[in-house]
């Protein structure tokens, strides 16, 4: 059976990891401190450790570098909480082979350490294996990030739930949480994967050329139509047909696609032949469809054709969680769009990036990231490259806890009621648990 040492000082954390790892099939040594993991190491011998980043009497990184000297060939895992990942991926270069961040993904464990463990001989033969069965922290072919907040649960809880089926799927959203990502992603964990995924912006339509963008046209049927054209409908047949603002059709085209959509055939311009298509549609929203129906903008047999499932798109403001988990998801999409290798954000843009309200959600945090990434000389982004407008509202809504004379008092009053639980008491305090170590050093607080 494969050992495998564990160091963490959270014991709750610990003992619960360590369940999950025996539960697996592992056998598991668990240590509190560094210290204690050094006494482990000298008297057992492990398959591979795992590391927590900040530990009460080391840093991690300085026993992943003694771990390296002294059993070079033992693979090492960091284990890290989102704000610190940059520093993770720079661990990596130090020679740990991997990180993983908390809060975890059971099965992106288990695939982290079954990658780790595997050898260097059989790494190049499973390489193409590895590739499909290690879970990744976001899909990188559309851009999805299943965060860690209750509204990214529930998400993601919803899109597994109906991707499987052919239901119709309505997403309501503000602009700029991602409505098409999470389409693209039901398409991807539907059984039509293989097949096209059409995205249309039914606001960019004008409405005399609807029928022509959906259904097609053939050559000569109108003036402008110079050769056939096929349409949105055919296009995605076999597939996934994404209708994004789908409020902005106006009330004569509403009747031609639910017609289409009711029939499952359609008719290109100047043509007197049905085409039978099969397709699943997914629009999205950022109105209110429900008072449109009762306002007499939108059909409202329609609207219940469409609606057969609803998802809703959570705004970053409920995904406060996840805003770190983001931004590095954006650097490393920045990186490779501008060919930097910024690895990462100095705390300072972390806090004024927490305190920001984001009013153009993921959209706005993206540009803002790749304009910081490219105006970025160096290996972190400072606030020195950050857009203006970030800074106005930050006096007016930091919390109590950044000013000074409450510091300490609320740290401690967070550790009372967390019965010392650092990890918790840094959940509390809304701070990563790196800060937290550094305001108890500062404190003199044990």
Not at 55 to 78: H, M, R, W, Y
Not at 358 to 366: A, F
């Given at each position: 059976m494969l050992k495998i040492l564990v160091v963490e000082d959270d014991i709750s954390f610990c003992k619960l990891l360590e369940k999950f790892l025996i539960k697996n099939s592992y056998a598991v040594v668990t240590a509190f401190s560094a210290e204690e993991a050094r006494s482990a190491m000298n008297k057992e011998t492990f398959h591979l450790i795992l590391i927590d980043l900040r530990l009460p009497d080391a840093d991690g990184i300085e026993l992943l570098a003694e771990c390296k000297s002294q059993f070079n060939e033992i693979p090492v895992i960091l284990m890290t909480g989102y704000s610190e990942v940059s520093t993770a991926v720079k661990a990596i270069k130090n020679g740990a082979a991997d990180y993983i961040s908390k809060p975890f993904n059971p099965d992106e464990v288990l695939a982290v350490i079954a990658n780790a463990l595997v050898s260097e001989d059989e790494t190049k033969v499973k390489n193409s294996e590895k590739d499909k069965t290690k879970a990744p922290k976001a899909d990188k072919t559309v851009g999805y990030v299943q965060g860690i907040s209750a509204a990214s649960k529930r998400l993601a809880e919803h899109i597994k739930l109906v991707s499987p089926t052919d239901m119709s799927v309505l997403i309501i959203g503000e602009s700029g949480t991602g409505k098409e990502l999470i389409a693209q992603s039901i398409?991807?964990?539907?059984?039509?994967?293989?097949?096209?995924?059409?995205?249309?912006?039914?606001?960019?339509?004008?409405?005399?050329?609807?029928?022509?963008?959906?259904?097609?046209?053939?050559?000569?049927?109108?003036?402008?139509?110079?050769?056939?054209?096929?349409?949105?409908?055919?296009?995605?047949?076999?597939?996934?047909?994404?209708?994004?603002?789908?409020?902005?059709?106006?009330?004569?085209?509403?009747?031609?696609?639910?017609?289409?959509?009711?029939?499952?055939?359609?008719?290109p311009v100047g043509s007197n032949k049905e085409i039978e298509v099969d397709i699943r549609v997914v629009t999205a929203t950022n109105e209110d469809l429900r008072e449109a129906v009762k306002n007499g903008d939108f059909r409202e047999d329609l609207y219940h054709r469409i609606n057969e499932f609803s998802i809703h798109s959570p705004s970053l403001k409920e995904r406060e969680e996840d805003l770190i988990l983001f931004a590095e998801f954006f650097l490393d999409k920045a990186n490779q769009q501008l060919n930097k290798d910024v690895i990462g954000f100095s705390k300072e843009v972390v806090a004024v990036f927490q305190n920001y309200s984001w009013p153009g959600n993921l959209r706005e945090l993206q540009n803002c990231v790749k304009r910081a990434t490219l105006l970025t000389p160096g290996d972190f982004i400072e606030t020195s490259v950050l857009p203006a407008e970030l800074f106005q509202n930050v006096e007016t809504e930091k919390s109590t806890f950044s000013l000074s004379e409450n510091e300490k008092e609320a740290i401690e009053s967070a550790l009372v009621k967390t019965k010392n639980n650092k990890s918790e008491a840094a959940k509390l305090l809304k701070i990563t648990r790196k800060t937290l170590y550094n305001k108890l050093k500062l404190y003199n607080l044990d």
């Amino acid at each position: 059976m494969l050992k495998i040492l564990v160091v963490e000082d959270d014991i709750s954390f610990c003992k619960l990891l360590e369940k999950f790892l025996i539960k697996n099939s592992y056998a598991v040594v668990t240590a509190f401190s560094a210290e204690e993991a050094r006494s482990a190491m000298n008297k057992e011998t492990f398959h591979l450790i795992l590391i927590d980043l900040r530990l009460p009497d080391a840093d991690g990184i300085e026993l992943l570098a003694e771990c390296k000297s002294q059993f070079n060939e033992i693979p090492v895992i960091l284990m890290t909480g989102y704000s610190e990942v940059s520093t993770a991926v720079k661990a990596i270069k130090n020679g740990a082979a991997d990180y993983i961040s908390k809060p975890f993904n059971p099965d992106e464990v288990l695939a982290v350490i079954a990658n780790a463990l595997v050898s260097e001989d059989e790494t190049k033969v499973k390489n193409s294996e590895k590739d499909k069965t290690k879970a990744p922290k976001a899909d990188k072919t559309v851009g999805y990030v299943q965060g860690i907040s209750a509204a990214s649960k529930r998400l993601a809880e919803h899109i597994k739930l109906v991707s499987p089926t052919d239901m119709s799927v309505l997403i309501i959203g503000e602009s700029g949480t991602g409505k098409e990502l999470i389409a693209q992603s039901i398409h991807q964990q539907s059984q039509r994967n293989q097949k096209n995924f059409i995205a249309v912006d039914c606001g960019a339509i004008p409405k005399e050329l609807a029928a022509s963008e959906f259904f097609g046209h053939l050559k000569g049927s109108f003036t402008g139509a110079i050769s056939d054209k096929t349409g949105y409908f055919e296009a995605a047949n076999g597939g996934t047909l994404f209708l994004d603002e789908i409020g902005n059709l106006s009330y004569d085209n509403q009747i031609q696609l639910l017609r289409a959509l009711q029939e499952r055939k359609i008719k290109p311009v100047g043509s007197n032949k049905e085409i039978e298509v099969d397709i699943r549609v997914v629009t999205a929203t950022n109105e209110d469809l429900r008072e449109a129906v009762k306002n007499g903008d939108f059909r409202e047999d329609l609207y219940h054709r469409i609606n057969e499932f609803s998802i809703h798109s959570p705004s970053l403001k409920e995904r406060e969680e996840d805003l770190i988990l983001f931004a590095e998801f954006f650097l490393d999409k920045a990186n490779q769009q501008l060919n930097k290798d910024v690895i990462g954000f100095s705390k300072e843009v972390v806090a004024v990036f927490q305190n920001y309200s984001w009013p153009g959600n993921l959209r706005e945090l993206q540009n803002c990231v790749k304009r910081a990434t490219l105006l970025t000389p160096g290996d972190f982004i400072e606030t020195s490259v950050l857009p203006a407008e970030l800074f106005q509202n930050v006096e007016t809504e930091k919390s109590t806890f950044s000013l000074s004379e409450n510091e300490k008092e609320a740290i401690e009053s967070a550790l009372v009621k967390t019965k010392n639980n650092k990890s918790e008491a840094a959940k509390l305090l809304k701070i990563t648990r790196k800060t937290l170590y550094n305001k108890l050093k500062l404190y003199n607080l044990d």
